[in-house]
Every structure is written in C-alpha cells, then in structure tokens.
Nanobody, 119 residues
Framework: QVQLVESGGGSVQAGGSLRLSCAAS????????MAWFRQAPGKEREGVAH????????YYTASVKGRFTISQDNAKNTAYLQMNSLKPEDTATYYC????????????WGQGTQVTVSS
C-alpha cells in the first residue's frame, strides 16, 4: 500500500504560479511513475504530467507543456508539480497518483487539492 498526501493548492490570478507537493509513504512495490491528474467540474479526469521514479523521464499533456514542471525527490519521497503562467482553464482539483505506466495503471491516489485560477 502507498499513501499519498497532496498540498499546495490555492487560488491565484491568471499568470501566477503554484507548486503542488505529493508526499508518499508505504510500500512502493510495482510503482514506476508518479503522476498528476486533474478534474474540473463537469469534465473527465485528465492526466497532466508523469515522472519516472528515477526522476529523469517526464511526460506532459499538450495543454501544460512549457508551463508546468513535474519533478521527483526520492530522498523526501515527494513529487512536485510546479505550475507557472496559470490560466483559468487550469482550474480543477488536482490529484497525485502512483502508477505502473504512463497515463494508466494508477493504483494509488491522493485526496486531491483544489487549484482555482481567476481571470
């Protein structure tokens, strides 16, 4: 079992920045990627970014490329999502996940943290 706890959400104006954190604990057997997903009201959940637990390979959905950066600090068992140049369409609940593959096989989830971007 892996426990994930997110923090760092909040409200910001368009163009601002936020950094989300995801602290992991427990047995990380068969977890190869840490990921961030988001879900806006009335929309399906979408993958935002993945990072291999080695911290080198990263993957982003097209809408956040160049604005968001995912990273992994194995010494702290924490994944981060640095979000810059935020847009109102980034407003959503953001979830951290521990996955076996990119964009799928995510067996462990955090409770979610709200990000609200006002225009």
């Amino acid at each position: 079992q892996v426990q994930l706890v997110e923090s760092g959400g909040g409200s910001v104006q368009a163009g601002g920045s936020l950094r989300l954190s995801c602290a992991a604990s427990g047995n990380a057997y068969a977890v190869y990627y840490m990921a961030w997903f988001r879900q806006a009201p009335g929309k399906e959940r979408e993958g935002v970014a993945h990072v291999h637990i080695g911290g080198v390979n990263t993957y982003y959905t097209a809408s956040v490329k160049g604005r968001f950066t995912i990273s992994q600090d194995n010494a702290k068992n924490t994944a981060y999502l640095q979000m810059n140049s935020l847009k109102p369409e980034d407003t959503a609940t953001y979830y951290c996940a521990a996955c076996r593959a990119v964009w799928k096989d995510c067996n462990y989830w955090g409770q979610g943290t709200q990000v609200t971007v006002s225009s």
